[in-house]
């Protein structure tokens, strides 16, 4: 019932941004309610605020690795984040520091603790939602 009532309230408003000021719904869209957008080489971040959580969607090229494309920039040896996140298209390859090495891809959920190194390895973008981690740039 209660959900009912949900779907029916969703349904009737038009614009739901009243609901966004109240605080019982947050819906941002990355497109166009990105909060901030950074483009380090052969990728695209772009940061959203939902609920008082940031959630990042990552878009990397194919040919992009982190050694190559941020460690210039980043300043460590590997990357130094934790990441917790979701491919929706493409696939990865990351190598721990400690030697684990996998491969994630479409419809795969990962955890990665920071010393790591990634690539892309498919022939089209890679593109996750992440839940933690940064890439302070």
Partial sequence: RLQFRLSVKLL??????????????DIK???KD??????????????VNVGGQKVMKLTAQPGWKWSNDIKPLAGTESCQAEHLGVVVQGQITCRHDDGTEATYGE???????????AWVISDVAAIAYEFHGAWEI
């Fill in 29 to 31: 869209n990355f497109a």
């Fill in 34 to 47: 990105a909060e901030e957008v950074m483009e380090p080489n052969n990728a695209r971040v772009e940061i």
């Fill in 12 to 25: 009737l408003c038009s614009n739901c941004q009243e609901e966004n000021e109240m605080g019982s719904i």
């Fill in 107 to 117: 419809g795969d959920a990962y955890s990665i603790k920071p010393g790591h190194d």
